[in-house]
């Protein structure tokens, strides 16, 4: 089951790069087939096995002969890698399933908005479809109702950070935090939100301070939200019982 688990990651982690690369196009993800960037040749299955194909051709397109980014074997590694991760921590049943959804729709939305510095509604609008049929599939009212109020102050906190900052807060940046305040529900929704503000305070205080990015550069905050997802998936329950547990001995 680890193999399997694993071999799909790398596979669906390939589908990701399609993804990546044709929705800020606007292209379809299904037509045309995977064919290579430069000379357009339609690449045949042994070009399309995960992570072994760039190693086979030395990372380069063997019609061609261009250089294949490396981001196209990192990323299947990497999803490959969260697939393992999850099975390890959840098993196999339902929080599998739909943490493997979130986590791949992550990687997409963050190398998206890494590269692009948007992200793109179409890819918001699935994770809020999925995610729905998630709640009404295994989710009772109560717990609808709590996902309701993350989605809406989540929003709500993020929309007004955004006025505040006049802009400093893209309006994908916004979506996004709905739909994991709707995914999360509230309670790991405020962890969450915490953990991305420091993320991305660490994260930009370095690249800052290396000289990889000056103050009037923008710096994408999507990837910053998606690892705070990650983090609280593995490990949301965790802080949140520290915390209550600190706070409450302190106050005592």
Sequence with gaps: ?????????????????????????????????????????????????????????????????????????????LNGLIYLLLFYKFGFGFDLIRYLFLTSLLVVISFIDYKHQIIPDSVLLFGFFITFIFKLLYYSKV????????LLIGGLIFLIIAIVSHGGMGGGDIKLIALLGFFFGLKHLLL??????????????MLLLLRIKDRK????????????????????????????????NYMG
Aim: hydrophobic share 50%; glycine share 6%; with cysteine.
């Design 143 to 150: 717990e609808l109702l709590n996902s309701i109020l993350g």
């Design 192 to 205: 969450l939100m915490f953990l991305s503000f420091l993320i991305g305070a660490f994260f930009s205080i």
């Design 1 to 77: 089951m680890v193999l399997l688990i694993s071999m799909v990651g790398l596979i669906i982690g390939s589908f990701l790069n399609v993804c990546i690369y044709r929705i800020p196009k606007r292209e379809s993800i299904v037509y045309p087939p995977s064919h290579c960037t430069s000379c357009n040749t339609r690449l045949k299955f042994f070009d399309l096995i995960p992570v072994f194909s760039y190693l086979l051709n030395k990372g380069r397109c063997r019609y061609c002969g261009e250089n294949i980014s490396l981001q196209y074997p990192f990323i299947e590694l």
């Design 217 to 248: 550069d923008f710096i994408p905050f999507g990837p910053f939200i998606s690892i705070a997802a990650i983090i609280t998936i593995f490990y949301g329950d965790v802080l949140i019982s520290y915390y209550i547990n600190y706070f409450f």
